[in-house]
């Protein structure tokens, strides 16, 4: 069959216009480039003012394997994952369950060279003879695929009414400004734009039209977020052992610091040690902080297991560090490019003996900024790791948010004692409670006082730092750090509640479930109004006590299969416990606000 | 607080400190333990160079070994670190504040065994510190379970007989890029002294592989690693003095050919006097014919086995320069311009 004949297929009939409110997703394999297709999509959407979000799902191999890239272009701004209406079907190997995956009314873009195609009566199929448009290019052949991609954003671009000029803009940004680039990918979206608003024929619903509803946004990962907030926390040490979804954390980290890390002699005012492992990385983060750095380390749940033994050491030992994990699904290698909610219950009481740690749930980029500066101010008050806790969803694919506030509060250093200090005061002890709040002075190594100096160890110890095993001394110090907890917890960010004066019903959520959670409450307004507490940090304030005493039932929400979050408020709102349900559920994908509504219906018996 | 230089008082050294000064707690380690001679030749070391304790930290991992930071140089932040971990936490303090002088303790089951990856890591980023194996054949804190260094064949009364060839910890520093790697033996202080003085110049990571006497575990006469085996076969390379900076050469004149001067990192230099003919320890393929060959022929040789001061270390290679324990909030967090324009590649 001819490209053309296909085209004039028997299709459906022209639906009413459906503007700024669908979902697409590319299908491509792995490895052939398709990234900077899709994200010049992302980026036009997001130039023509219209909310928009990509997620890349794809497997762990690295080459030749599926792909997907979904992107949700909403005018209400929602940006929880929905199933795809629009198909790009650019991977032979998947096109079959790719289109049987479209709702009916849904269209097929599809590469010619796919044999075989799935016929559906019910969908609006465009060919796209991609290899055509490169066809008299002077392009070296090995960068063909990756140009042959930039067809379908060419089609796309004819089909959605996307002006060629801001696909320019957004491959200018994509090719940092190299001309030659921008003008070989824009030239084959041109021709294959041409080529279809001659050769096919709109019979689809789908349109979009420009708003201003991104103007002043920024479009960038969690992770990019994150490291550049780290940079701004003023990390100066950072170690790490590669693992996905954190390695493009480190990558923004090293990019972030080159940039912007240098004395007047242009010396580097960081080091970034690739470690041998997680376990060196975690011993490199501890040594730094405890000779008074602020330094990181970006893992996710394999990395954290490796990091137990040292996590138990700085929380006992009292050393500031600061540990983003990933969350990917474990565990072992688990689903290694999948997102999750998996490591709460153990980032929080990570270690041996008794041992728990501040924790910090970012849910977006925003937040992901904030907290990477804000960690190191709590690690260093504190003095103890705290953790970051995102996912792979958050970390790697690109999120809209507000250009970041800077830090509204200069760098809090903590309880660090000069040799001045140490002379007036005439008294050293390391970790005597001398402010009632739990926490103890410190002192770094290089203090010139001779009364600077004590002896770090994990083994029992009293307020003078030195060895002990005394049952007193050992219950006087677990005390203390059990005060100095009390002291975090009125020291971690708030959670944010939205009220609904009619709710009966209470939702706690942490992290990315926010955006399905979202949207499926403003479709549940009329049926099942709810009220809403997202929770940005363990451990809880007062006022996750006093949001689920005001509800009848309150449903903890989470991607995991046990309730992580669920298990640890009934742990810690013991009277209240009877109160909250779990709403947990892991397969590897964000959550859909679908999902979210019927488990909410069924659970109410509304369905 | 620098103390005034001393005036009368003789027993003071150059950094107004007597040697008490640089005494630790009490050990608590077993009467006898080479542990704890090693520890009194640190202290002895410290004063004799006139050390700032504050400009040095003590670091260690888990054991008998590792708990001897605790009873030298009470006047020096120590870090008793996870077993096996210590290179770790030691790289972290050092990009922290590259300035400050680092002595590592371990001994053979924490770098041998459970530290071994971190301990060839640590060698190929060339940390600048010393790192002491108290090496005893035995975990002394657990009870005498044999340890990697163990000789094959060894019989001991708790352990049994151990079946495995022995880790040699400066061949395996020497292969992973050390480039001061000497073996010691806790019974010759002079020398452990000297070889300590001439680490303690050096630009990257020094290794000191102290055999050690565990007399509790590991002290039969016939085990290589006791006190009577060493004292009746230790082998000296060389005779060496170490000689500060400053110092004019203090030794005897020689021939021409007997001995070697080298110069370290910082000036000082190290006399050699061969006690074996034509010994090159700066040959790196030299030296690692002759840990063969000891081992091979169980010889307990001892000395400066190499020596080589021309790999930067990690905070050279890093380009580091102000400590970055001491940059100004200025410098820790760059301005708000600075963020916007970031921010603006993202618009
Ligand atoms: C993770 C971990 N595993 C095991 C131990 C128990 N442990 C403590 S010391 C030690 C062996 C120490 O041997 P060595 O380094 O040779 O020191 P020595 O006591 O002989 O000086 C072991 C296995 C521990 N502390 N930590
Ligand atoms: S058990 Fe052995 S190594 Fe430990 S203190 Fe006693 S003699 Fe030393
Ligand atoms: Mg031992």
């Known amino acids: 069959m001819s490209v053309l004949e296909h085209a004039q297929m028997a299709q459906p009939a022209i639906q009413s216009p459906i503007v700024n409110d669908f979902s697409l997703v590319v299908a491509t394999a792995n490895g052939t480039g398709s990234q900077t ?176 509803k991104t103007e002043g946004l920024i479009l960038m990962t969690g992770n990019e977020a994150g490291a550049l907030g780290a940079v701004f926390g003023g990390v100066s040490v950072a170690a790490w052992y590669p693992i996905t979804p954190s390695t493009s954390f480190m990558d923004a980290l090293k990019e972030f610091l080159a940039r912007l890390r240098k004395d007047e002699q242009g010396h580097p005012t960081y080091a970034v040690v690739q470690a041998e492992d997680e376990l060196a990385a975690a011993g490199i983060v501890m040594g730094a902080g405890w000779a008074g750095a602020r330094a990181l380390t970006a893992t996710s749940g394999p990395g954290i297991s490796l990091m137990a033994e040292f996590v138990s050491y700085g929380y006992y030992a009292e050393i500031p560090a600061v540990i983003w994990d990933i969350q990917r699904v474990g565990p072992s290698t688990g689903l290694p490019t999948r997102t999750s909610q998996g490591d709460l219950l153990f980032t929080y009481y990570l270690g041996h003996g008794d041992t728990k740690h501040p924790v910090l749930l970012p849910s977006s980029i925003e937040e992901c900024f904030e907290f990477g500066w804000k960690a190191f101010d709590l690690a260093e008050e504190l003095q103890t790791p705290v953790f970051v806790l995102s996912d792979l969803d958050l970390g790697m694919n690109n999120w809209m948010g507000r250009p970041f506030d800077y830090p509204n509060q200069p760098l809090q250093r903590g309880k660090v004692l000069s040799a001045q200090e140490l002379e007036a005061l005439g008294y050293f002890a390391r970790y005597k409670d001398v402010d009632g709040d739990g926490i103890p002075y410190r002192t770094l190594p290089g203090t010139p006082h001779p009364m600077a100096a004590y002896f770090t160890r994990g083994s029992g110890h009293n307020e003078q730092a030195q060895y002990s095993e005394r049952p007193e001394d050992w219950v006087r110090n677990m005390a203390r750090l059990a005060r100095k907890f009390e002291t975090a917890r009125k020291r971690m960010p708030p959670p944010v509640i939205q009220a609904h004066p009619q709710a009966r019903i209470g939702l706690i959520a942490f992290g990315t479930t926010r955006y399905a959670i979202e949207e499926a409450r403003d479709r549940l307004a009329e049926r099942l109004p709810t009220s809403f507490l997202r929770l940005r940090a363990l451990p809880i304030g007062p006022e996750v006590g006093e949001f689920v005493a005001a509800h009848e039932r309150v449903y903890v929400i989470e991607l995991n299969r046990d309730g992580q979050l669920c298990a640890i408020l009934q742990n810690e709102l013991p009277e209240l416990a009877s109160r909250l349900y779990p709403i947990a559920y892991l397969d590897g994908l964000p959550l859909t606000a679908q999902w979210v509504l019927e488990e909410l219906l069924k659970r109410e018996a509304l369905q | 607080m620098e103390n005034p230089l001393p005036t009368t008082a003789p027993k003071l050294n150059l950094a107004g400190l007597s040697k008490k000064d640089y005494d630790g707690a009490p050990s608590t380690l077993c009467k006898g333990c080479g542990h704890n001679s090693i520890s009194s030749q640190i202290v002895q070391v410290a004063f004799e160079l006139s050390l700032r304790p504050h400009q040095v930290i003590k670091l260690s991992g888990i054991g008998c070994s590792s708990k001897s930071p605790a009873y030298f ?85 708790y352990a049994g007989e151990n079946p495995f060839p022995p880790v040699d910890l400066c061949l395996e520093a020497l292969v992973a890029g050390c480039g001061f790697v000497a073996r010691s033996f806790a019974g010759d202080a002079k020398q452990v002294r000297e070889l300590l003085k001439a680490a303690l110049s050096h630009r990257g990571t020094a290794v000191l592989d102290i055999i050690s006497p565990c007399v509790t575990f590991n002290n039969e006469d016939d085990s290589p690693k006791s006190y009577g085996y060493g004292t009746k076969h230790e082998k000296p390379l060389h005779e060496l003095g170490f000689i500060p900076p400053a110092e004019e050469i203090a030794i005897e004149p020689m021939q021409p050919g007997e001995y070697r001067l080298v110069e370290l990192h910082d000036g000082s230099r190290i006399a050699l006097r061969n006690l074996e003919a034509d010994y090159d320890p700066t040959d790196k393929t030299v030296a690692l014919r002759r840990l063969l060959e000891a081992q091979e022929k169980q010889e307990f040789i001892t000395g400066l086995i190499y020596y080589n001061p021309h790999r930067p270390n990690l905070a050279e290679v890093e380009g580091l320069h102000t400590p970055l324990a001491h940059l100004s909030p200025e410098q820790l967090r760059p301005s708000p311009a600075a963020l916007a324009a970031v921010l603006q590649d993202y618009a």
């Open chain 1, 37 to 212: 297709a899709n994200l010049t999509l992302l980026r036009s959407f997001f130039k023509l003012g219209i909310p928009v979000h990509g997620k890349n799902i794809f497997p762990s191999n690295i080459q030749g394997m599926p792909t997907w890239y979904h992107i949700r272009v909403s005018h209400q701004g929602y940006v929880a994952r929905k199933p795809s209406e629009i198909l790009v079907a650019f991977n032979p190997a998947t096109a079959q369950e790719d289109v049987a995956a479209l709702p009916s009314g849904g269209v097929c873009l599809y590469h010619t060279e796919i044999k075989n195609l799935p016929q559906r009566s019910d969908l609006v199929y465009y060919p796209i003879p991609a290899g055509e448009f490169l066809a008299g290019m002077d392009i070296p052949v090995k960068r063909k695929p990756y140009l042959a991609n930039m067809a379908y954003v060419g089609v796309l671009a004819w089909m959605l009414d996307l002006p060629l000029e801001v696909v320019a803009e957004a491959l200018g940004a994509q090719f940092a400004q190299r001309a030659k680039l921008v003008e070989s990918n824009l030239e084959v979206v041109r021709r294959a734009q041409a080529w279809a608003a001659q050769n096919l024929q709109k019979r689809d619903p789908y349109r979009l039209e420009p708003m201003n």
């Open chain 2, 73 to 157: 140089l009470g006047m020096s932040h120590g870090f008793n670190a996870l077993h096996g971990r210590m290179p770790s936490v030691a790289t972290g303090a050092l990009l922290a504040n590259h300035t400050l002088r680092a002595i590592g303790v371990s001994g053979d089951g924490d770098t041998g065994s459970i530290g071994l990856g971190q301990f060839k890591h640590l060698m190929r980023r060339n940390l600048r510190m010393v790192y002491i194996i108290e090496n005893n054949g035995v975990y002394g804190l657990t009870k005498g379970q044999f340890s990697a260094t163990a000789e094959e064949g060894l019989r001991l009364k």
